[in-house]
């Protein structure tokens, strides 16, 4: 039984910084690809960053780059995305995400690789962020 769990969510300032972690169990074959996503109420979910573990690649939505950072800890089994100068727009429900067979390309734009990632096997149940 697979399961992704997010924690690190909370209320910060606008600048200010969060750190979101997400802890994989069950997890029988080597996972390929993670995400993190994000959706706020009355919107849809959007991809914010994703990982391709196999070759260390990482993807980031226009709206984060530059903000996010998407990192692993195999040891650990856990991603974490490292979210900084935080503004109004970024409140949301945060969700991590894995599948063990999507590859995410080199030659994959960001948001081809976070619309791959959209249809991925497992998902965890979210962290909230807000921002004031």
């Known amino acids: 039984h697979v399961q992704l769990v997010e924690s690190g969510g909370g209320s910060v300032q606008t600048g200010g910084s969060l750190r979101l972690s997400c802890v994989m169990s069950?997890?029988?074959?080597?996972?390929?690809?993670m995400a993190w996503f994000r959706q706020a109420p009355g919107k849809e979910r959007e991809g914010v960053a994703a990982?391709?573990?196999?070759?260390?690649?990482?993807y980031y939505a226009d709206s984060v780059k530059g903000r996010f950072t998407v990192s692993q800890d195999n040891a650990k089994n856990t991603i974490y995305l490292q979210m900084n100068n935080l503004k109004p727009e970024d409140a949301a429900m945060y969700y991590c995400?894995?599948?063990?067979?999507?590859?995410?390309?080199?030659?994959?734009?960001?948001?081809?690789?976070?619309?791959?990632?959209?249809?991925?096997?497992?998902w965890g149940q979210g962290t909230q962020v807000t921002v004031s």
């Open positions: 995400a894995a599948d063990p067979l999507i590859v995410l390309t080199e030659r994959m734009t960001a948001r081809q690789a976070l619309s791959a990632m959209m249809g991925a096997r497992y």
């Open positions: 990982l391709y573990i196999t070759t260390g690649r990482t």
């Open positions: 069950g997890y029988v074959y080597v996972h390929n690809s």
